[in-house]
């Protein structure tokens, strides 16, 4: 029971040691989309055919690494003063002595620290502390998916290709709620974007790979099986992941992980584990869901989410019978915003919503992304049941700035 207290879900983003001589802005405040994004939509292109060949697990795995080896870029973010405390390092979960000395050497912390306490640079005038993280480059002209809290606090960033060369990077929105965010790369040239693949359709016991920066090692790759769908973390209310096996660690974050023929299925996004290393338990935003949000940022460099104004609740056998029915699947409206566009609709509290448009609703989690991803706007057929029959009504979509919920 003590080691099951111990295991925590972090993000992957590390901690960096950074120089003081390549420094760049970390600040706050609005973050507005570059205005050369004419046709972007056509060139966040649906899922392709595959990419490489997949003739056998080591071909695969090698042709793979050499077809998408220059998608991947390692993100770093630099901060623009000296810290003048104490600073805890990312944890690294190891106990080998010379790994320690050597990840400390590299990070720029003592190793000696002890787990879980605050470990101070070995000199007062010592490499800065920063952020580092991985991400892939999703349209020619340079625009970059990474993870919202790789790049928090900063509005540049510096982005590293797979050859070593070096370009700032601007970022251009982000996403909070599903940790999602979009950087443009300030070089001149064209760059190589990956292939989406689809994440509705992979399935558990499918080959994939992760490709990033564990610990700031650029180009490492990973590999394992998709062990899960549908994980829900505790992230936010559009929890969604895939879990995976493949080795995830600090510093992979925002990176991509591919299926077998080299096609991006999601985005590595955060860990499940006692120390902070890897123990076989990673989990990623699927694609679709980080595409969607990444074109919206892309374009508008901000994201709008449908909301209809009510509190949702997932059926269980208890309520079930507390409500005398016998569905059990479903999202019970526990409650409802008397001026929201639900309440308009005709919802009702204590309706149990079973269908959104084409969607069957098994969860509140399916209604909340589904309305989500709704148009802003429109109005959706809705199926519900009331006191055991079947209400069909048209749900009107608002925007979250009119809608609570």
Do not use: C
Not at 237 to 242: I, K, S
Not at 246 to 263: H, Q, V
């Amino acid at each position: 029971m003590a080691l099951h207290r111990r295991l925590t879900v972090r993000p992957l983003v590390a901690a960096v040691a950074l120089g003081t001589t390549a420094l760049a802005g970390v600040a706050g405040g609005a973050i507005t989309a570059d205005q050369r994004h004419d046709g972007l939509s056509d060139r966040f292109v649906a899922p392709g055919p595959a990419a490489v060949a997949a003739s056998g697990v080591h071909a695969s795995l090698s042709d793979m690494v050499q077809a998408v080896g220059p998608s991947v870029v390692q993100i770093q973010v630099k901060p623009a003063a000296m810290l003048q405390q104490s600073s805890a390092p990312m944890p690294y979960g190891s106990d080998d002595d010379e790994l320690a000395e050597r990840l400390g050497q590299l990070f720029g912390f003592d190793p000696r620290g002890g787990g879980g306490q605050q470990a101070r640079p070995s000199q007062p005038q010592g490499p800065q502390r920063g952020a580092l993280g991985s991400g892939f480059i999703v349209d020619a002209s340079g625009l970059v998916i990474t993870n919202n809290h790789v790049v928090d606090g900063a509005d540049r960033v510096t982005v590293q290709m797979s050859d070593g060369r070096e370009f700032a990077g601007r970022v251009l929105g982000r996403d909070p709620k599903i940790d999602v965010a979009v950087v443009r790369i300030e070089g001149k040239g064209r760059f190589t974007p990956i292939t989406w693949g689809d994440s509705d359709h992979i399935r558990v016991g499918d080959s994939v790979f992760a490709v990033g920066s564990p610990f700031g090692l650029g180009n490492t790759v990973t590999s394992g099986i998709l062990s899960a769908r549908g994980r829900e973390i505790g992230a936010g209310p559009y929890d969604d992941f895939l879990q995976v096996d493949a080795a995830i660690n600090s510093g992979n974050s925002g990176g991509p992980l591919f299926d077998s023929a080299g096609r991006v299925v999601g985005v590595n996004t955060a860990i499940f584990s006692p120390s902070g290393g890897n123990v076989g338990i990673g989990f990623a935003i699927p694609a679709k869901m980080a595409r969607q949000v990444a074109l919206q940022i892309a374009q508008t460099g901000h994201v709008s989410r449908g909301r209809i104004g009510v509190s949702l609740q997932d059926m269980t056998p208890e309520i079930a019978s507390a409500i005398g029915t016998t569905v059990q699947k479903g999202a019970l409206i526990a409650e409802v915003d008397d001026s929201g566009p639900a309440a308009r609709s005709g919802i009702q509290r204590g309706d149990i919503v079973r269908r959104f448009g084409s969607t069957p609703i098994d969860n509140g989690r399916d209604l909340a992304r589904a309305v989500a991803s709704a148009r802003i706007g429109s109005s959706v057929p809705t199926q519900v049941l009331r006191d055991g029959r079947t209400v069909s009504l048209d749900l009107r979509i608002a925007n979250e700035g009119t809608a609570q919920s």
